[in-house]
């Protein structure tokens, strides 16, 4: 996500800008491709469902979501032998068998699969779950993993689509040290093309250089995107556990994470959380740790929402980051020593309000994946606007 930097001024703290990293790369156009529809055993189309090409050693080369009839189209970059994988949010994923693909062919194939859903209902918490490192298969925590990561998979493929507009709007809050408003929020609109509004830095670079920094001179606290929670550096420097979910978490089945003991910079805790019906990512909520901050820091952190589009792709619906208001309090001569003190809190976030098919950018689309003229921008969802 976004980092949210305080600047000292005057022995006071106060919210920097936040800045939004927008770009977008073509894709290269390929001579050959596989395309086809994926279906049930029952001949129903599967639209939403991650279709990947792996090569002959294993190694994915291509990946698209299919569309609302189940098609699907993934270009090669070389003949060869490929196989086609699905990975489908709440289902057991399916293999093809090793196809044959010629150079400048197009295959045509149908692949079908049989549904067989994930029971995350099924699954059992214990209250004194050792926190460990994720196993790479066959346990109930993995089996939770999986499915958090397919969601955030598809939140960071689509953030890599270029033919997507989101509507959305940022806000500003001053708060008080117990986290109470002390003002109406701010508001402003924004709106982006082919990127999600919310993204972090990469993940290499926090994972090293700490969910907290100073970069010319300016502390800047940040929040995970998908991308950064899908990196193996941050995975590897966490353990994980399962949880139930209380209160407004009420229902919902927790992927609960904690930095490792030896790590020693800023970094983040807390706890993905699941629809344990659907399998699928609701949000996360997080917290700042091993903060060198000389006042309480139970307050800081923020959450990450995400959502289903009707196309099947995943966006980062909203965000919140808070970050830390400290002022030098004077000390009594004789007395007493100065010392920091914690004034209040700046939130900043945002929520996206609508999400577009938009024609705005498409002559950056390979040609494999645009084959009309595209029409004039087309509604995908609208969000209600909910207050920060």
């Not at 214990?126 to 490192?133: F, H, M, P, T």
């Not at 556990?241 to 407004?248: I, K």
């Not at 099947?312 to 003190?341: H, L, M, Q």
């Not at 809190?345 to 999400?355: H, K, M, R, S």
Request: hydrophobic share 40%; net charge neutral; charged share 25%.
């Amino acid at each position: 996500m976004i980092g949210v930097g305080p600047l000292v001024r005057g022995g006071l703290l106060t919210a920097a800008s936040i800045a939004v990293c927008l770009s977008v790369r073509p894709a290269p156009a390929t001579a050959q491709a596989i395309s086809g529809i994926v279906e049930d055993s029952s001949g129903a189309p599967i639209s939403g469902a991650f279709v990947v090409l792996e090569d002959s050693s294993g190694a994915v080369v291509a990946r698209t979501l299919t569309r609302d009839g189940g098609g699907y189209r993934l270009a090669a970059p070389v003949a060869g032998r490929f196989r086609l994988r699905t990975d489908r949010i709440g289902y057991v994923g399916a293999v093809s068998p090793w196809l044959r693909l010629e150079a400048d062919e197009t295959l045509e194939h149908r692949f079908r699969v049989e549904p067989v859903p994930i029971r995350l209902q099924r699954i059992t918490v214990s209250e004194r779950a050792r926190c460990e490192l994720l196993p790479d298969e066959g346990v109930q925590l993995q089996s939770v993993w999986d499915e958090a990561r397919k969601a955030l998979t598809a939140t960071s493929w689509t953030g890599q689509q270029p033919y997507f507009r989101f509507d959305a709007v940022m806000h500003s809050h001053a708060l008080d040290a117990r986290g109470r408003p002390l003002s109406e929020a701010v508001l402003e609109e924004v709106r982006f093309y082919g990127r999600h509004p919310f993204r972090s830095i990469p993940a290499r670079d926090l994972v090293f250089g700490g969910f907290v920094q100073e970069p010319e001179g300016r502390v800047a606290y940040y929040a995970p995107d998908a991308d950064v929670l899908l990196s193996e550096t941050f995975v590897r420097r966490h353990c994980f556990r399962l949880v139930r979910g209380g209160a407004d978490r009420a229902g919902l089945l927790g992927l609960e994470f904690e930095a490792l003991p030896q790590s020693r910079l800023p970094d983040i805790e807390g706890i993905m959380w699941l629809d344990p019906a659907t399998s699928e990512l609701r949000r996360l909520d997080y917290s700042y740790v091993n903060l060198d901050v000389p006042v309480d820091t139970d307050r800081l952190g923020g959450q990450v929402e995400f959502a289903r589009l009707p196309t099947g792709a995943w966006i980062i619906r909203g965000w919140k980051i808070r970050v830390p208001v400290i002022e030098w309090v004077e000390g009594r001569p004789g007395r007493t020593a100065g010392r920091y003190r914690l004034t209040g809190i700046n939130e900043g976030g945002g929520q996206v309000l609508a999400v577009w098919l938009t024609a705005r950018i498409a002559g950056l689309l390979p040609t494999d994946t645009l084959r009309v003229t595209p029409p004039p921008d087309s509604l995908l969802v609208r969000f209600e606007l909910r207050e920060p």
